[in-house]
């Protein structure tokens, strides 16, 4: 490959970075990544940087039908345990909720599963959980498609997290929706970077 080749090889990665934005959920539809590409996303979403090779983090799919029926069953205990005190505000958010997995035809739940018996901080570990669901973001742009990170009750209500499949010791570092944009929402408001940096020394 030439010179020129890399160079516009390596604008394009920028480009895309740049143009990378989260497309919620209800803006998510099929079709998702073909087998070739899901392998590839799941690939590339686990080349992250993770003291000592831990491999602090696992990933679980929500595809088809199975999405349908984790949905449904959330909802179900959400009814039953939701934080709302209205039954009627409660009965709302538990079809909201049971619901999630309806629109995007693929979630990834990015466990986060922090080995404690070693001297690596449970926190670098988790910060690697985080860095699979941002790479799972960047790829899948890069193959075309949208995405985005969330977390929500379901990854913090002990029956939710069991019907999801997330043993003891474990959390959620996000669910990570994938699947074809049926429009891109403007850019946001990105942070300034001048506030946010500093010279050491200045
Ligand atoms: C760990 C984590 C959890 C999040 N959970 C939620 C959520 O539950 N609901 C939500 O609306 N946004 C949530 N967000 C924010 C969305 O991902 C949001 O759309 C994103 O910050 C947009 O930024 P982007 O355009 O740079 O992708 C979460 C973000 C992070 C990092």
């Known amino acids: 490959m030439s010179d020129t080749e890399v160079l ?3 604008e394009a990665v920028l ?16 079709p998702g990544p073909s087998p070739e590409e899901l392998s590839r996303l799941l690939r590339l979403a686990l080349r992250v940087p993770d003291h ?12 088809g039908d199975a999405r349908l029926e984790a949905g449904a ?5 959400y009814e ?3 934080p709302q005190p209205d039954p009627a505000q409660r009965l709302k958010w538990a079809g909201i909720i049971s619901r999630v997995f309806n629109h995007a035809p ?7 599963r922090p080995d404690r018996t070693t001297k690596i901080p ?11 669901c941002m790479n799972l973001l960047h790829a899948a742009h890069a193959l075309g498609y949208g995405a985005t990170w969330l977390t929500g009750w379901a990854t913090m209500n002990e029956r939710a997290l069991r019907v999801l499949g997330i043993e003891d010791g474990e959390r959620i570092a996000g669910i990570v929706h994938v699947g074809t944009a049926k429009e891109v929402p403007g850019e946001r408001k990105r942070p300034d970077v001048e506030a946010l940096v500093t010279r050491w020394g200045e």
């Open 52 to 63: 000592a090779g831990l491999e602090p983090w696992r990933l679980i799919l929500l595809e």
């Open 15 to 30: 480009a895309l970075m740049e143009a990378r934005r989260s497309v919620g959920t209800t803006a998510l539809a099929a």
């Open 73 to 77: 069953r959330l909802g179900a205990v």
């Open 8 to 10: 516009s090889d390596r």
């Open 122 to 132: 449970v926190f670098e570990q988790e910060l690697s959980a985080g860095a699979v």
């Open 106 to 112: 693929l979630a990834i739940i990015v466990v986060s």
């Open 80 to 82: 039953e345990e939701g």
